[in-house]
């Protein structure tokens, strides 16, 4: 009886084995997957992102857990701002989470990029984009978008550019220079995850978004000293 109760739990224990082994050969080769599909499509130097009608931000926190300002929020602002003095991109769609009155990624990337001297006319919140996938599809289906520059931090670009290319967007990444920061390599470890998690949205279990609504294409305003559609110079 011992024998045979010996024996099956080795059998059980060789089975988890494998199974554990098979689970970290397909993380590891979602991500190698991820990233070689995506190589050569990051841009870290500004000046060089582009150019695009649209730009779009992914929005994350303000307020880092410790309550000091989040630096990769700040970031991802700077390099907005800078793309548009550039001319790089000529509208900002910025995506991000709102999903109570008390939090408001939206709003806060608006505010910021204002006090930034962005035009509003040259802004469009998007207040469902609770995760890069609904960011991505909202910005197809909702707001007309086909092309543009993914503007976000450079972990997060590889995640960002798979996605959109299963959606069909054409898209490069610009990365918002950030400087190394505590708790780091957390973010990575989780981005690790979470695109190993994106192929069995994409391809197994058909995610859909979290909130679509109705058709709003993005209003492009003509930049200064460009011609309106009457054909009149716009000052």
């Known amino acids: 009886m011992k024998v045979a109760a010996g024996k099956a739990f080795r059998v059980v224990l060789m089975s988890s084995g494998a199974l554990a082994l098979l689970a970290v050969v397909l993380f590891v080769a979602s991500n190698t997957w991820i990233l070689a599909k995506t190589q050569g499509r990051i841009e870290d130097e500004l000046p060089l992102c582009g150019p695009e009608r ?7 926190s303000h307020w880092t857990r ?7 929020f700040d970031a991802r602002m700077s390099a907005a701002s800078r793309l548009m003095r550039l001319g790089r991109v000529q509208h900002l769609l910025l995506s991000g989470d709102n999903r109570t009155r008390f939090y408001n990624e939206p709003v806060t990337m608006w505010r910021d990029l ?4 962005v035009r509003d006319a040259d802004m469009t919140l998007d207040y469902a984009g609770f995760s890069t996938f609904d960011t991505l599809v ?3 289906d909702v707001f007309g978008v086909d092309r543009a520059v993914l503007v976000t931090q450079a972990w997060h670009l590889p995640r960002a550019l798979f996605i959109a290319d299963a959606l069909g967007l054409e898209v490069i990444g610009c990365a918002a220079p950030t400087q190394p920061t505590e708790g780091r390599w957390r973010l990575q470890a989780r981005e690790w995850v979470a695109r190993a998690a994106t192929l069995g949205d994409l391809y ?7 909130f679509l609504g109705p058709f709003e ?3 492009i305003a003509p930049r200064l000293g460009e011609t309106n559609d009457d054909g009149t110079a716009n000052e």
Do not use: M, Q
């Not at 410790?66 to 990769?72: A, D, E, F, K, L």
């Not at 204002?114 to 001297?117: G, L, T």
């Open 66 to 72: 410790s309550g000091v300002r989040n630096p990769h």
């Open 204 to 210: 197994l279990w058909g995610r859909e978004p979290y």
């Open 217 to 219: 294409p993005l209003e």
């Open 114 to 117: 204002r006090a930034r001297f």
């Open 138 to 140: 909202r910005a197809r």
């Open 54 to 60: 649209v730009g779009i931000v992914f929005g994350t």
